[in-house]
């Protein structure tokens, strides 16, 4: 899934300001991490998904001895009925928790950046002019995308506008948070769907064609081969994205690929860990048996330095 981003910190004409927001589109609603769900290539999907992509990192520094006592103390509090098992319920739970968390640190983060009279309210003025306050005043003319950062304004008016439900002009946290994750919000839907196409429609008709679909994906370089991942984007193309096989995508068929509202990333996650995990075939796992499988749930400095092995001899 891919979720957003603010704050990006930029040097121009020797001042240091806040450049507009350029968030990263949400592809598909919302993904448990950024990695490919490929456990023959490592587990740093699985790690996010089960941590928390804040806490995957943290993980990532430490020893696999204290990876592992960490993990004995989550397990512990996931089991929250004190029986000596992990049911599918119980981790499907933690994982909408841990991915939930992640989303008001992610909040809380901006919300200070952003509420500059520290009333508990962002206005649409105070988030122009943090973020967008020295272009405005010298009209974008000392920057050299001038146009791209117009856009970005217009874009993120608009966005605010959708998120702000009462019209007042001013976000509570919950409005803030519809701005910062509109994947989340189901009054936010229209505009999720309308950025991703504004994104990849490079030609402007406002639909989604098969090179336009396959290139915000994949550009070759000097002859490069085409992998075969992208033969198989081609036929989900044409086979399941493009419902209506007219050779595009519509705002609707947009919807349905980014925004498909039946597929719980956490439920699926929890299924795969016990599957994965549960030796005895009792559809639950012990704390044990989660040791014993440990790598999967957790990094440290071990797994990781196996993992860019593996990557590495892949690319030779």
């Known amino acids: 899934m891919q979720l957003l981003f603010l704050g990006t ?100 983060k901006h919300w200070k950046e952003y509420d500059q009279n520290k009333d508990g309210k962002i206005g649409w003025i105070e988030y122009k002019n943090t973020t967008y306050g020295y272009y405005m005043d010298v009209e974008f003319d000392d920057v050299d995308d001038k146009e791209s950062y117009k856009a970005m304004l217009t874009r993120d008016e608009r966005r605010f506008k959708s998120a702000d439900r009462d019209g007042d002009g001013v976000a509570t946290r919950e409005e803030f948070t519809a701005f910062l994750h509109p994947e989340e919000y189901d009054h936010m839907r229209d505009i999720v769907i309308q950025e991703t196409i504004e994104d990849i429609d490079k030609n402007g008709d406002g639909r989604i064609d098969l090179q336009e679909y396959i290139g915000d994906m994949f550009t070759p370089e000097n002859g490069e081969n085409e992998p075969d991942w992208v033969t198989t984007e081609k036929k989900h193309f044409s086979e399941f994205r493009d419902m209506n096989q007219d050779g595009f995508l519509d705002a609707s068929e947009v919807s349905h690929w980014i925004l498909p509202g039946e597929v719980d990333h956490a439920d699926n996650e929890a299924r795969h860990l016990i599957h994965e995990t549960d030796k005895d075939n009792d559809d639950k796992i012990t704390k044990k048996e989660i040791l014993a499988n440990w790598n999967m749930f957790v990094g440290s400095q071990a797994t990781n330095y196996g993992e860019d092995l593996t990557k590495r001899h892949d690319e030779l």
Do not use: C, M
């Open 9 to 108: 910190l930029a040097l121009f004409v020797g001042v240091t300001v806040a450049v507009p927001a350029q968030e990263k589109r949400v592809h598909h609603k919302p993904d448990l991490s950024d990695h490919v769900h490929d456990d023959a290539h490592g587990y740093q999907y699985d790690h996010e998904a089960f941590l928390g992509k804040e806490e995957a990192k943290t993980f990532d520094q430490l020893s696999p001895e204290e990876s592992k006592e960490r993990l004995g103390k989550i397990v512990d509090r996931i089991d929250t009925d004190k029986d000596g098992f992990i049911s599918h319920a119980e981790l499907h739970h933690w994982i909408k928790h841990r991915q939930r968390r992640y989303i008001e640190e992610n909040v809380d």
